[in-house]
């Protein structure tokens, strides 16, 4: 008679023994295992709170290839996508840009921890995690594959890591030190703690309900697919956090600091953008800011809570940054919309009140930027960009890599500071604070600017755009309406 699981599952996943012939330190040598370095005794009570065989992992996961496969056929083709909404579509373009490949990514810092991850059970869960982000990479792949012919934005799903544009030399720069060189320990908690729990949550809840106002159930469809995936891979951070705290808790306590705010930088732009500009008006449900203070706030504090970390030194000044940072980098990259792969669109009138709305507090410094934008499309008529377009490259964060928007109009928060004989700019504090906590590795890092003048890249905005960030003048960004603003006409 065949045993019952729960007879032989501890055997399976618990496959760890004492070496004989070498020492455990060879085996799991500290620069590539991570710290505190302990032997394994220490990790010996790993444990996941939910227990998956890779016999109940590949069922699980053929039903749900399944069914995204049956809602790809159902709604994935171009005539699918050719009704949404133009601003929404952007929204798909941000996001299959710096989604797929982040997720192949991910598959290297899950196979890290297959091999040398501290206990048997963190292995074999990360394992299951590397194949979970394999599949992540490939849906959105294969969904914006068949939109290229139609939309050669679309290209950039793929393309995206493998260019100098100054959004993927921003993403890179985080992805890069997150998922291919950090160690499984840090992995653990900045990919499984701090992004799969701190973050995608709001993914999850707020954008699929967005994308399914905005009538697009194949995104829906996916991004509710890899949540599932995620919220089972996410476990293991909490798991590795709980026996790191016993050991270095200060250590930890950085490590949750930095990634927290460079995760929170690119989140703000790619999400912010999404759900308070690209999505239409009528299917937000709720603005950036409220999706914000529900699914990340609350529920981060209480998680920091629980494993016994305080909230990052920084709190105060990321929760005003909630209220004002991505519409900052929203008017710059409107302003230099040339400079990426999607459209950008104008907030109308009723957008801007609803965004006063939404953000009392800071609507007030922003809107002028739109009234000013307003100003000049109606002076230029449709279809002339370059009336609204700045022209001279803009400055650069030396940790975030993203432009220095963390300020407000009123308010410049960028510190210049000189260290080693070199000059750095930051867009805020924290930022500042990662740099200083590993100058070696992030010194020789130049950003778009410190490459212009380095002879690096062209200095000329145009030539910039076509020989170095890879964008033709086809798929360049563009105003979504191309300046046919109804609130304009007749005026
Ligand atoms: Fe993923
Ligand atoms: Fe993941
Ligand atoms: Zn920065």
């Known amino acids: 008679m065949a045993m019952r699981r729960d007879e032989w599952l501890d055997l399976a996943r618990k496959v760890d023994w004492a070496f004989s012939y070498v020492d455990e330190r060879e085996v799991y040598p500290e620069v590539v295992s991570g710290r505190p370095w302990l032997s394994h005794e220490a990790w010996s009570a790993w444990t996941e709170p939910y227990r998956t065989t890779f016999g109940e992992y590949v069922e699980t996961q053929h039903h749900k290839e399944v069914a995204v496969r049956a809602v790809r056929e159902a709604v994935g083709r171009v005539e699918d996508f050719q009704h949404l909404d133009r601003a929404w579509l952007s929204a798909l373009k941000l996001h299959d840009a710096t989604l797929p490949l982040a997720e192949f990514a991910a598959v290297i810092g899950n196979l890290?921890?297959?091999?040398?991850?501290?206990?048997?059970?963190?292995?074999?869960?990360?394992?299951?995690?590397?194949?979970?982000?394999?599949?992540?990479?490939?849906?959105?792949?294969?969904?914006?594959?068949?939109?290229?012919?139609?939309?050669?934005?679309?290209?950039?799903?793929?393309?995206?890591?493998?260019?100098?544009?100054?959004?993927?030399?921003?993403?890179?720069?985080?992805?890069?030190?997150?998922?291919?060189?950090?160690?499984p320990i840090e992995f653990a908690i900045a990919t499984h703690f701090v992004l799969e729990t701190g973050f995608t949550n709001l993914q999850f809840i707020g954008l699929s309900s967005m994308a399914r106002g905005a009538g697009d159930r194949m995104f829906e469809t996916m991004v509710k697919s890899i949540q599932t995936d995620e919220a089972r891979h996410a476990q293991i951070g909490r798991a590795v956090l709980d026996i790191v705290m016993k050991h270095d808790p200060a250590y930890a306590q950085r490590v949750v600091d930095k990634w927290f705010w460079r995760q929170w930088h690119l989140f703000a732009v790619v999400t912010g953008f999404a759900m308070d500009y690209l999505t239409p008006l009528a299917s937000r449900p709720s603005s950036f800011r409220e999706f914000m203070h529900e699914w990340v706030l609350v529920q981060f504090e209480r998680s920091l809570e629980d494993v016994g970390l305080a909230r990052p030194w920084y709190w105060d000044e990321f929760v005003a940054s909630i209220d004002v940072y991505h519409h900052m980098v929203y008017a710059s990259a409107y302003t230099y919309r040339a400079t990426v792969w999607f459209d950008l669109a104008m907030p109308s009138p009723d957008e801007r009140a609803w965004l006063r709305d939404k953000y009392p507090a800071t609507w007030d410094a922003i809107d002028p930027v739109w009234h000013r934008l307003d100003e000049r499309w109606r002076v230029a008529g449709p279809d002339l960009e370059w009336y609204s377009h700045g022209t001279t490259p803009v400055g650069f964060c030396n940790l975030c890599q993203l432009v220095l928007s963390a300020g407000t109009p009123t308010k410049n928060s960028a510190r210049v500071v000189d260290l080693d004989g070199r000059r750095h700019v930051f867009c805020s504090e924290p930022c500042q604070w990662i740099f200083e906590q590993d100058r070696a590795r992030y010194a020789p890092h130049r950003d778009v600017v410190q490459r212009i003048l380095g002879g690096l890249a062209p200095g000329n905005l145009l030539e910039l755009l076509r020989t170095y960030f890879g964008l033709s003048e086809d798929m360049w960004g563009k105003d979504a309406a191309r300046g046919r603003h109804p609130w304009l006409e007749g005026r």
């Open 112 to 183: 890290r921890a297959a091999r040398f991850g501290r206990d048997s059970a963190w292995r074999n869960g990360s394992l299951l995690g590397a194949l979970d982000e394999l599949r992540h990479t490939q849906i959105p792949l294969l969904i914006a594959h068949e939109l290229v012919r139609w939309d050669v934005q679309f290209d950039w799903a793929h393309k995206f890591y493998h260019s100098n544009n100054w959004v993927a030399i921003a993403a890179r720069h985080v992805f890069d030190e997150l998922l291919i060189a950090s160690d």
